[in-house]
């Protein structure tokens, strides 16, 4: 399994910006896609998750009406849009295959990691 993230960048706060999480093996088009985050200093944390159809999607309070995943199971991609960008959203952000087809809060449930891409919102 090869997790791929990409579309991280500097943005100035209010802004938007799209990760993308691309699966070039395809092995994972079953499972659920978590993404997580982690800032400087700071514990990796859930953002969102989605299931292995896309019917079901799982958020953080923290970003709750300002980000939406979204699956294109034709293209093995998942897709994390980001809204009204704030400068604690700065961070690595990484997607991860669950290993169930559903998502989870518990970075515990994901047995392939994505690199990193890089998110900073600047004030």
């Known amino acids: 399994v090869q997790l791929q993230a990409s579309g991280g960048g500097l943005v100035q706060a209010g802004d938007s910006l799209r990760l993308s999480c691309a699966n070039s093996k395809r092995t994972t088009s079953n499972n659920g896609i978590g993404w997580f985050r982690q800032a400087p200093g700071k514990e990796r944390e859930f953002v969102a998750g989605?299931?292995?159809?896309?019917?079901?999607?799982t958020y953080s309070d923290s970003v709750k009406g300002r980000f939406t995943v979204s699956r294109d199971r034709a293209k093995n991609t998942v897709h994390l849009q980001m809204s009204s960008l704030k400068p604690e959203d700065t961070a690595v952000y990484y997607c991860a295959a669950s290993r169930t087809s559903y998502s989870s809060k518990d970075h515990s449930q994901y047995n392939y990691w994505g690199q990193g891409t890089l998110v900073t919102v600047s004030s």
């Open positions: 989605i299931s292995w159809n896309g019917a079901s999607t």
